[in-house]
């Protein structure tokens, strides 16, 4: 296969590797230093999401499966599927902004989440053994308190076609019997408020010790020497190859999808890309520092916005149809009710939508029939695609949707960047040393799940 | 370097005391509870109709949940008169999504999560109860070969990157898995446990195999996640995709047909949730290695 000179000997490394990794198979060609050339092969894992996305019952189950596919990535996958649910069914515009900015508040909380992962892990690469450890407990008490608030470490569920999934769970009255601290989750109203308060501050506690970690570690030397110029990587190949978030970025390959093609509410958000020009692992790390600080940014906006935007009657609204998960008729996120729904709304599109809040002054949601309550989702099946696109914490997540049969859609694709970067990773660690393998590796951050869906 | 160790003495000890007492962070669940005094169909106020309330059950994207599992369903009288509820939710089938918690909320509240914690890895009442497949619990004699240290192989069969990302937890310092003698090991023939994650591709079991032939005796084989226990999401609705045979094998370590022989002879225990909360995996770590299964 590899073209052989004397001294030179292949090994392979994989699937199953040393401590705890994804499976993937890599075939090495080396002398000793010197890598001279890299197979990678996954499909070791491959579950066939798509298809079992298709075996289910309901869009919600299809989110679960979403979410399954990349568990590090679940809300930006799942958020890029209802975002092309909503685009199919023409809501993308009707969604209320407090739905937008809870959406985004744990966007960003992943994204946050996930590099803070990764600069434990890239600290772990360089036998940083302390900071490492440091990270690697902000990022767990990050899952903790997601576990705290809404009942999935990885921020699983949370996310419905034309919604959100906050108010599902008895998780209040769980929180306070196994609650040591009187918290704040007494009051039934003003708790949901308090959650994001809570998360935010909290959040904003664990960003200022990593602050203070990641400034130790850029004083470390031995830290920063192996970094840099390790996995160097030339922007004009990286751009032909499609090189995406992060590892573009650390090129000044502005590829971010929060500024080139906002959704939500990342337009009124004026982001700046964190960007640097030298490719190398220590341009992907200090991308990673921008961008826990971005997000951090984002997270308190988003909060405050909520504060501010969220009134009484968005909380009764959703409250509401997160109370009437049982009742199909009015649960907006209840996705076995689309069926009746579809048939029986279909064509009256022109229905008022509740659920904007605008147009529901009167408070007396009780009035209304289920089928209003549910309006948003009477998009008649056409023959048309839903397109949903997510910046993940590593990229770019496209979604594409179509074939509504009144249950589920029966054409559907996700796409994650890693593809790409293995791409990327593969073209650029020809002729690089063996010693910094591990680090370069470790800096793009891939998920070998996600490219075997 | 030496401000490191000066930081890293600084931060102090994060750990929990877990073993030692249930010091869990709050919001940990670790079960499902089903509360059978609550749940109309378990009460003498039945519906109008007669007939069940099966919202949960209708709701569950994974089918793990038998309301009428106890029941004689052709004799509906049983409901009213109280009978006895079992196995109500398979807890080997359960992602966790807490739907049928929230289906519940707003009637009865039968449902609910749990953060109780068994020594052996058992689960509450009404929850079906064999975690443990193949692995008895020892009696008086405590199996004490791993005593002093346990050694891990993680295998990745397939999972979503999720489950390692919690087995990986084990490592940090709120768990701190070292301090009990818990370590991962690169090479099977050191372990002591496999660990296995993911949905068992075909692919993935050539390569379980190798590596079981590989670990020397006696062994434990955990099974870490709902994914290698029965499928979980992947499985539900496997008969709807249409015939598609490859979404079958998505079913699991537990129900692939080729484990038949491993099944009857290895000792695995099941770890459930998705992903299984790492307190779980801990806690099934240290039963391994106090010796509570016997071989
Ligand atoms: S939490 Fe478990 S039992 Fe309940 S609906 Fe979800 S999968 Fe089913
Ligand atoms: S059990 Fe759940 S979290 Fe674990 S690999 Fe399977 S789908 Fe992912």
């Known amino acids: ?453 | 370097m030496a401000i490191w160790t000066y930081n890293g003495l600084k931060f102090g000890i994060k750990s929990v005391n877990f073993p030692k007492e249930n010091d869990f962070y709050e919001g940990f669940f670790s079960y499902l509870k089903f509360d059978a005094d609550k749940c109309l169909n378990y009460k003498e106020t039945l519906t109008a109709n007669g007939l069940p309330c099966l919202k949960c059950q209708e709701a569950c994207p994974t089918g793990a949940i038998d309301i009428l599992n106890s029941y004689d369903s052709k004799n509906s009288a049983n409901y009213a008169n109280g009978a006895e509820a079992k196995h109500i939710i398979d807890i080997k089938k359960c992602i966790y999504c807490g739907l049928c918690v929230s289906e519940c909320s707003n009637i009865a509240e039968a449902v609910s999560f749990s953060n109780f914690i068994g020594k052996d890895n058992t689960n509450e009442a009404n929850v079906k109860n064999d975690i443990k497949n193949n692995v008895k619990k020892s009696g008086k004699k405590k199996f004490g070969f791993f005593k002093k240290s346990l050694f891990v192989k993680h295998i990745d069969s397939g999972s979503c990157g999720a489950c390692e990302s919690e087995i990986a937890a084990l490592n940090n310092p709120y768990y701190n898995m070292h301090r009990l003698g818990i370590f991962i090991t690169p090479s099977p023939r050191f372990a002591d446990v496999i660990l296995l994650s993911g949905v068992f591709t075909d692919k993935m079991s050539e390569i379980f195999y190798n590596v079981l032939d590989n670990t020397p005796n006696p062994r434990f084989i955990i099974l870490a996640g709902v994914c290698p226990i029965s499928g979980g999401i992947w499985s539900g609705s496997g008969g709807l995709a249409g015939g598609s045979e490859s979404l079958l094998n998505n079913c699991g370590f537990l129900n692939n047909k080729k484990n038949g022989d491993i099944l009857k002879t290895e000792n695995i225990i099941l770890v459930p949730g998705c992903p299984p909360n790492p307190f779980m995996i801990l806690n099934a770590l240290l039963s391994v290695k106090s010796g509570d299964f016997a071989i």
């Open chain 1, 1 to 453: 296969m590899f073209k052989k000179f004397l001294g030179d000997y292949e090994f392979i490394w994989g699937p199953v590797k040393k401590g705890v990794c994804e499976s993937s198979y890599y075939h090495f060609l080396t002398s000793s230093e010197e890598l001279h050339e890299l197979d990678i092969t996954l499909g070791y894992k491959t579950r066939n999401a798509m298809n079992a996305a298709k075996g289910k019952r309901n869009l919600y189950e299809q989110i679960l499966i979403m979410e399954r596919i990349a568990g590090t990535h679940a809300f930006a996958a799942s958020l890029s599927y209802c975002l092309a649910a909503e685009d199919y069914f023409g809501l993308t515009g009707k969604l209320p902004d407090c739905v937008k900015l809870i959406r985004m508040f744990f966007a960003e909380l992943e994204r946050l989440r996930n590099h803070i992962e990764n600069l434990s892990e890239i600290s772990g690469s360089t036998y940083l053994e302390v900071p490492s450890s440091l990270y690697a407990y902000y990022a767990e008490k990050i899952k903790q308190i997601s576990s705290e608030i809404v009942f999935s470490r990885y921020l699983m569920g949370i996310n419905t076609v034309g919604g959100v999934r906050l108010y599902n769970l008895s998780g209040r009255e769980f929180i306070m019997n196994n609650s040591n601290k009187n918290n704040a989750f007494t009051d039934d109203k003003a708790a949901d408020f308090k959650r994001f308060e809570y998360i935010a501050t909290e959040v904003g506690s664990y960003i200022k010790d990593i602050e203070k970690i990641i400034k130790q570690n850029s004083e470390t030397k031995s830290h920063i020497d192996r970094l840099k110029t390790t996995g160097k990587i030339n922007a004009e190949i990286a751009e032909k190859l499609h090189a995406e978030g992060v590892v573009a970025k650390s090129a000044g390959i502005n590829r971010d999808l929060r500024l080139k093609h906002p959704y939500l509410l990342y337009k009124v958000l004026a982001l700046k890309p964190v960007l640097y020009n030298d490719g190398d692992a220590l341009s992907r790390y200090l991308v990673r520092i921008g961008e826990i600080r971005q997000s951090f940014d984002i997270i308190k906006i988003c909060f405050e916005k909520l504060t501010k935007n969220m009134s009484k009657q968005h909380i009764d609204d959703i409250h509401e149809q997160g109370k009437n998960i049982g009742d199909t008729g009015k649960l907006q996120h209840d996705m076995r009710s689309i069926y009746n729904y579809g048939s029986s709304g279909s064509g009256n599109n022109s229905r008022s939508d509740n659920f904007s809040g605008s147009n529901n002054d009167d408070g007396n949601s009780d009035e209304h029939t289920g089928v209003e309550r549910n309006l948003f989702l009477s998009g008649v099946p056409h023959n048309k695609y839903g397109f949903g696109s997510v910046e993940s914490s590593e990229g770019p997540i496209f979604c594409i949707t179509g074939g509504f049969d009144g249950k589920i859609f029966k054409k559907i694709n996700i796409k994650y960047p890693f593809e790409n970067n293995f791409r990327v990773f593969k073209h650029f660690t020809k002729n690089t040393m063996m010693m910094d393998f591990n680090i370069n590796e470790t800096s793009y951050n891939f998920s070998v799940a996600a490219c075997d869906k």
